[in-house]
């Protein structure tokens, strides 16, 4: 029997793990004082949460062995809908119109790789551009506020409050992560994507819809973005038509430095949630130390690569093919 150790060591988020651990050792060794303080370690664990319900929903498309480049513009386009829908439907119908979008737009893509054979990273390169482009035709431009009314509704509250304290993002964060480990890990579903990830031929000579897990899997991926925009927006209701651009590529770094594999089969969503704290993490202290926002991007790019040889390193001694 494994103890806690061995198994840690030999889980798919453990390159994630160290990677946390070196990240706060070398924040606390630059900058202690300004790193520890309260409201630092707040503002980084809300946008992580926000950026780890997107890296979430990727890590289960990357699974499959599939991509999905459009989760930044799905998230900018849902929130915009929220928005714009509101002053009609109210809150409770904007949110379910928007994120009855999102899981068009994630289904249309779904099907699309999968009944049209098409690669996962043109159909969603399309996604992207199409939904960008739809925000600035829908919009002119220009996204209005919310009203007062509307920001004060029990059910902007929920979504973007307080509890004891605390963002609401990091409860929703936190509930999702574990609602979709139990979903990955403890039913038949999740046992599908896995297999279909992994050995996708093999799978199907055992009777599992492929298609379909895909399908669903794309729809997951577009409504955890979409959920992830609207909470971002019941927070701070003020917004831009950029809203989530280049967000992709994040939740991309995210889920690999979490322990995804591109190859499929193999994955962490408690990874992909420590990649979205680390990527979160050094923006915001690049940011602290006053260093030029292009270093945050050569720090992904970077950091990227060493988590793909770290994490085929690691899924080759648990007797994986990559």
């Known amino acids: 029997m494994r103890t ?25 060794i ?33 699974i499959t062995k599939e991509i999905d480049l459009s989760v930044g513009s799905v998230y900018g386009l849902t929130g915009v809908a929220f928005i714009t829908f509101e002053p009609q439907y109210g809150v409770g119908g904007a949110i379910i119109l928007a994120l009855l ?17 098409l690669p996962s990273m043109i159909v969603t390169l399309g996604g992207l551009f199409a939904a960008r482009g739809l925000i600035y035709v829908w919009t002119g431009g220009s996204v209005n506020n919310f009203s007062e009314a509307a920001r004060s509704n029990p059910l902007t509250r929920l979504f973007g409050g ?3 304290g605390i963002e609401a993002a990091i409860f929703w964060m936190i509930g999702l992560c574990i609602a979709l480990n139990i979903m990955l890990w403890g039913t038949r579903f999740g ?58 590529l994040e939740a991309i770094a995210a889920a690999v430095i979490g322990g995804c594999l591109l190859t499929g089969g193999r994955g962490s969503l408690v990874g992909a949630v420590l990649g979205a704290f680390i990527i979160t993490s050094f923006r915001y202290e690049l940011i602290a130390l006053g260093a030029p926002s292009s270093w945050f991007i050569t720090f992904v790019g970077v950091v990227l690569i060493v988590a793909v040889i770290f994490n085929q390193s690691l899924a080759r001694r648990a007797g994986h093919s990559v």
């Open 4 to 28: 806690p150790l061995q198994a840690l060591v030999r889980s798919q988020s453990f390159g994630a793990v160290i990677g946390v651990v070196l990240m706060l050792a070398v924040f606390s």
């Open 30 to 62: 630059v900058d202690f004082s300004g790193w520890w303080r309260s409201q630092t370690l707040a503002n980084v664990a809300h946008f992580s949460a926000i950026l780890g319900l997107v890296a979430m929903g990727q890590a289960l498309v990357i």
């Open 101 to 117: 979008i999102a899981a068009l737009v994630g289904a249309v893509q779904g099907l699309l790789v999968v009944k049209g054979k």
């Open 162 to 164: 307080e509890f004891f």
């Open 191 to 248: 046992n599908r994507l896995l297999a279909t990830g992994g050995a996708q031929d093999s799978a199907e000579s055992r009777g599992v819809r492929s298609d379909h897990v895909k399908i669903a899997t794309f729809t997951l991926c577009a409504l955890l973005a979409g959920f992830a925009g609207i909470v971002t927006l019941a927070d701070k209701p003020q917004t831009h038509v950029t809203l989530g651009d280049l967000m992709e």
